[in-house]
């Protein structure tokens, strides 16, 4: 779930309109947009530092995210964001679960991983039953 990347937008808003409304997209969104076979200017828009504040401005309707699926999950299975494109792009980079090898299977760090893995796999899992 934290390998891949979506175009995201509200649940309500028409987004197949709106492909160029305030973009923020760099690099990866020329990727994407490839994938996704979508013809789009990439223009100027506000700059947002933080995932967090890419999806928070899209749930009202303010223009499209890109954003890892993991990040987006919880307002994706809750529809607040919706999909426009059924397609998600693999990321380079994923998520790890770190910790000192001597102190992989302490009780309190085997419970935590155990806990965070079983939490991604209830997303995904939720994640998948969503229409396409």
């Known amino acids: 779930m934290g390998k891949h990347i979506e175009m995201l937008c509200a649940f309500t808003l028409e987004c197949t309109d709106r492909y160029h409304a305030r973009s923020t997209v760099r690099r990866t969104g020329h990727a994407y947009f490839d994938a996704a076979g979508v013809k789009a200017s990439v223009g100027p828009g506000p700059v947002l530092n933080r995932a967090s504040m890419l999806i928070d401005a899209a749930i009202p309707g303010e223009g499209i995210a890109l ?37 992989s299977n302490v009780p309190k760090i085997a419970t935590f991983r155990e806990w965070v893995l079983a939490e991604a796999a209830e997303d995904t899992r939720r994640l998948k039953a969503l229409p396409p």
């Open 67 to 103: 954003a890892r699926t993991a990040l987006a999950a919880w307002d994706l299975i809750n529809g607040r964001l919706a999909r426009p494109v059924n397609v998600s792009l693999r990321m380079a980079n994923t998520y790890w679960i770190a910790c000192p090898k001597a102190a």
